[in-house]
């Protein structure tokens, strides 16, 4: 069972590149997730799908977008990178009906923009 | 909207030892869920105890316990025993029952387990 995938795990752009962070998950949960983590400020919401065919802005959406392609997939895009874009992304999923659940992880992206 | 504080950015004991990690948060819900995650170095995110609002007592998972105060909107997470596997980042985070299911984070604390 593998949980929450992210493709890459690594990535560096130059500033301006355009590039498409890859999710999937297996479990099947309807909302689905993207967060950052920058040092000293924890993870923050970029965008969340609460079911397939919706999709919402959260805390930091700027400079991203994204596509529910379908239950299990859920894609991030940089249009044009900069260097504040620079950080470790996260998608995550969850169960619509049992917050108490939690969420499960991928194992992350470090996206280095220079 | 709600947001979670953790005061500690950094903390250090020595193995065997109890440390507790401080919590805080706001919002005007009366229903909701409060989680501790664990990141060690290799990124990943682990769930490691969650208390819901509504329960009373506090939750434990073999060596970790929270003091869960409602009242006060704290939620501190205790490890008794300490490992050194246990040296990691921990993040305090938030979910409301009703309305937009989004997970709030605190900044995080980091802790060092000394041999």
């Keep these: 069972n593998a949980g929450v995938t992210q493709t890459p795990k690594f990535q560096v752009l130059k500033t301006g590149q355009s590039m498409t962070l890859q999710c999937a998950q297996d479990m099947n949960h309807n909302s689905m997730y993207w967060y950052r983590q920058d040092p000293g400020m924890g ?10 065919g919706t999709t919402d802005k959260g805390e930091v959406p700027n400079g991203y977008n994204v596509s529910r392609l379908n239950k299990r997939e859920f894609s991030l895009r940089l249009e044009s990178a900069a260097p504040s874009q620079t950080s470790v992304y996260f998608c995550a999923s969850s169960r619509t009906l049992d917050r108490g659940y939690g969420y499960t992880f991928g194992s992350g992206t470090r996206l280095t923009v220079v | 909207a ?6 500690q950015p950094e903390m250090s004991v020595q193995e065997a030892e109890t ?5 805080t948060y706001d919002t005007s819900e009366n229903n909701y869920y409060l989680f501790w995650y664990k990141q060690p170095p290799s990124r990943q995110m682990i769930l ?34 300490s490992q050194l596997g246990d040296t990691a980042m921990y993040f305090c985070a938030f979910i409301r029952i009703q309305g937009a299911q989004k997970l709030v984070f605190g900044q995080g604390t980091r802790l060092t387990i000394n041999p």
């Design chain 1, 43 to 52: 993870l923050r919401l970029i965008y969340y799908s609460a079911s397939e």
């Design chain 2, 2 to 7: 709600q947001t979670v504080t953790q005061s």
């Design chain 2, 19 to 23: 440390v507790t990690l401080s919590c």
């Design chain 2, 48 to 81: 490691v105890i969650r208390q819901e609002a509504y329960k009373q007592q506090n939750a434990t998972e073999n060596r970790f316990s929270v003091n869960f105060q409602k009242a006060a909107k704290s939620f501190s997470l205790k490890i008794s025993d």
